[in-house]
């Protein structure tokens, strides 16, 4: 295919419209023009998908110093104390802001309404439309951006790479529209990245489409760190049916009291933690898994059907009709769940104020890492760290900008982009590995690894890793390429930890080990 080169110019480029995203965008149209990219339609993220809500300090029976201990307790002694104390600190302001500029949450009488969460010492998660939330914060970000004007959206525009000059700088980001037939050159004064996360990369995710560890990858070649890689969370209860998608039932239901029985109808959380099924999320998994191995099952149930029919329609309305729409009725009988990749608590290593290892590049949200979930996320956490840290990662790029020009595609990369050569693949090559790539992620890399999978599994990566040296400009190759290299981020850093931290369980290593405080930065 023959692909025209354009070349654009702008103060501002955001890849990816998520909540960090957008959120930065906001902050980023007082100083500049902005462009934000993202690889789908307008909305398609994980943040559009987030059902739970959001975790906030914002009731007369709650305190910011017990969300800190919350979230430093869940994170099993791996979170950065400063990162934590500016989230629950800027928390309450960035979701009173948010609810000045039109969003709704949900109400009990004339006051918001909190719902509990696995590890949460108090009820303290604001939700939207019982089950909606991230769509009500998208919807009231995307209206804000739109008002703030000077910002240009390019939908189902797929960020290859990031453009590093001679001295090592991020100046722009090279840009695939495939249907135009385009190849988008985008100078830029910062780039920020704020791709999401990582959960394509295994068999079982909650996650849609999108998120295929972009941001890890390309940031990766650009030579940025990235940090704490080998924590992937994994969400205890994902839908389990053949043949439908491994779709999420919030935590909230446990929450609002549902109840998990293994295949014998037993409940069994109580034999893992005193706190049963409000346990951090990480251990209620891997009880989950101990389970399935005990009974030989696929799944175990939650159960809800203890609760009033209306209540739970009326709670969970979304989750309602999406399992009805695969003729399941959560109200009448217990429901097959098994756990799914879910949230990827490593990233690219930034400071407070988004700025990465390379000088003009910042990144927030998902695909970020301060160090503010440590080895497990606290429950309800991430769309907060998307207000808190997008917000910071826009003022850090905006005072890095003001002391520079907008630069010039270096010519190099014009004559490199003109000249290209391309690996030769067929559609079911492409999906064949990737299908192979995610199911050898679920199984060696998965909620329990060991050095024996995670080697088997760093063999096959690498075989695919020279196998496909240029991928043509086709969202699927260079996702593929991209899923490659963060899954093989993922299993080095997962082999280099010899022990057992929050969501990082290895079978071989099951105590923390001595050196537990350590932190595995990767770089290229
Ligand atoms: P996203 O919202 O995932 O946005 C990523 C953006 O990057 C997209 O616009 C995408 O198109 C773009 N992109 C990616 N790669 C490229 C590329 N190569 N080129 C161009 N664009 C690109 N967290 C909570 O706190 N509370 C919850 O209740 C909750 N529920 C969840 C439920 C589900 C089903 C899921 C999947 C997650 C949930 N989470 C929840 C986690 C939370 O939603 C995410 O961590 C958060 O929304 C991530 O926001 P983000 O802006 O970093 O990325
Ligand atoms: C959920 O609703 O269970 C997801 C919440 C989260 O990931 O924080």
């Known amino acids: 295919m023959s692909y025209s080169l354009e070349q654009l110019s702008t103060d501002f480029l955001i890849i990816g419209g998520g909540v960090a995203g957008l959120r930065a965008a906001i902050e980023l149209a007082r100083n500049g023009e902005v462009i934000v990219v993202t690889k789908d339609a307008p909305l398609e993220s994980s943040t559009e998908y987030a059902q739970g809500g959001v975790a906030v300090v914002l009731s007369d029976e709650d305190e910011i110093e017990i969300h800190f201990e919350d979230t430093i307790r869940a994170g099993d002694g791996l979170c950065i ?50 089950d909606s939330t991230g769509k009500e914060i998208l919807r009231v970000l995307t209206d804000k951006v739109r008002q703030a004007g000077r910002t240009t959206k390019i939908d189902f525009a797929f960020t290859r ?99 998990l029985r293994n295949i014998h109808g037993l409940r069994f959380m109580d034999r893992y933690h005193p706190a049963r099924e409000l346990a951090p999320r990480d251990v209620v998994t891997r009880a989950i898994h101990a389970e399935l191995l005990a009974t030989g099952a696929d799944h175990v149930f939650l159960d809800m059907t203890h609760l009033s029919p209306d209540y739970v329609r009326k709670r969970f309305p979304r989750i309602y009709s999406t399992c009805m729409s695969y003729g399941i009725d959560i109200t ?91 690996d030769v693949f067929t559609a079911s090559d492409i999906d064949y590995i990737r299908q ?20 088997n599994a760093l063999k096959k990566l690498k075989e695919w890793d020279r196998m496909i040296k240029n991928p043509p400009l086709d969202r699927a190759a260079l996702e593929l390429k991209n899923m490659i290299q963060a899954s093989l981020l993922i299993a080095r850093s997962a082999l280099s930890r010899e022990g057992s931290v929050g969501a990082h369980c290895r079978g071989d290593f099951p105590a923390k080990g001595k050196d537990w405080k350590k932190r595995i930065i990767m770089k290229k």
């Not at 998965?446 to 999978?453: A, C, H, L, P, T």
Request: with cysteine; net charge positive.
């Open 81 to 130: 104390r400063k990162s934590v104390g500016t989230l629950v600190e800027e928390g309450p302001m960035r979701i009173r802001e948010l609810i000045a500029w039109g969003a709704e949450f949900d109400q009990e009488g004339s006051k918001l309404a909190f719902t509990q969460e696995a590890a949460h010492s108090k009820r303290r998660i604001l939700h939207a439309h019982g």
């Open 161 to 259: 790479d990031l453009i590093i000059d001679l001295e090592g700088r991020c100046i722009g980001a090279v840009v695939v529209r495939q249907k135009e037939e385009k190849v988008l050159v985008i100078m830029a004064r910062a780039v920020l990245l704020a791709t999401g996360g990582a959960g394509r990369l295994f068999e079982r995710t909650t996650n849609p489409p999108v998120a295929t560890g972009d941001g890890i990858a390309m940031s990766w070649r650009a030579g940025a760190e990235l940090m704490d890689l080998e924590f992937v969370q994994f969400h205890p209860t994902a839908l389990y049916r053949h043949g439908t998608p491994s779709f999420l039932l919030s935590e909230a239901m446990r929450g609002e009291g549902g109840m």
């Open 332 to 422: 009448a009988a217990p429901v097959p769940v098994s756990p799914a990749a879910h949230y990827t608590m490593g990233g690219v290593r930034t400071d407070l104020w988004g700025a990465t290892t390379v000088p003009g590049l910042f990144a927030a949200g998902e695909a970020a890492c301060t160090g503010v979930h440590g080895a497990n996320r606290l429950a309800s956490n991430s769309l907060l760290e998307g207000l808190v840290f997008g917000e910071r990662a826009g003022l850090g790029a905006a005072r890095y900008a003001a002391r520079r020009e907008r630069p010039l595609p270096p010519k190099r990369l014009l004559r490199a982009l003109e000249r290209r050569t391309e």
């Open 436 to 455: 192979s790539l995610r199911k050898i992620m679920w199984e060696q890399v998965g909620i329990v690894r060991d050095k024996k999978g995670i080697t």
